[in-house]
């Protein structure tokens, strides 16, 4: 660690401060974020610059030498990232963050996002626990269309898969992880109590289990490991298994005159979901067009969805609106007694 006199330090203060604020001019969208040394100093204590920075959404694949201009400029300087300061360093030959998001940077609507990302996930724990609770009260799931839980669990853990490979935030995609849980155990509910669980399901979770540690486990230099076009491809896919998975539910409800046993609970949550992760993806995954293409499908489909069971369960069945969604809580209490 290089160690600096009160007058080395002063030099090394107001050449460094000056370059790195001439690199950055005129601003890019990309780098515009990185804080001018001289402004952000907090204290020296025994020789080390600790600069009042704090870095939270610094991923790996940011690390690029991509600014010839900027490399050159701190070519003899590195940011060590720490949770509460970045330390100055005289290292050589380092990479220099091409996108840095800093907790003074964040504007109000990331804050509103990382918020929303967090509650999200939280309350997709009712998305399709009321679907499971509804099973296993009424110990039948003829009104479940077994492939529809086979495609969502398949297009669910193709999003978690691009989203992490993609170095996202977990607040950008939480609630994906937790509904393909719920998935899989509403696949699994609906299986036994359709009395499908015979060779060929056991087969085809055995090959899912399969090629989920292959995709997220594989070394990113192996040969035999996915690629980052087959990944996305992966997304692109995940998006029409969604659109797929749905299509049976509103073409047997539509066929049965009957708002069957889909929770419209579930399909509301999945409307308001949607909307949400359109706003969120914005913010915090850089707007990337395949999750606001699966994101944009897959609020269409519900929105269908909860139509098709607001319009059959009142006007078909006779049920009020009320009651329509009540009826979930009551098999919830049900199940409690």
Known sequence: MHRFTARSLLSFLFMESSLVVDAFAPPSPSLSTLPSLQNHILLIDDG???FNSRFTNVNP?????TNPCLHSTLQ???FLFHPSSIILSAIDNIDIVDTIGTSSSLDPLQSIAQILGYF???ASLLLYTPIAVRILRTKSANGLVLSTWWLKLSAFTCTDVYNIKNGFPIEAFSETVVITVEAAVVLGLVAYYQKKLNGGTFGLMGMYVALTVWALFSPEDASWGPTEEGIALAQVAATVMNASALVPQLAQNFQRKSSGDYSPISAALGVGGCTIRLFTTFELANGDPLLLLN???ALVLNVSVLSQLVYYGTQTEGTSLSSLFVRDVKSAKAMGK
Request: no cysteine.
């Open 61 to 65: 694949p940011s690390l690029l030498n």
């Open 76 to 78: 003899q300087s590195a």
């Open 295 to 297: 994101y944009g499908v």
């Open 120 to 122: 999200i996930g939280v």
């Open 48 to 50: 080390i610059l600790h």
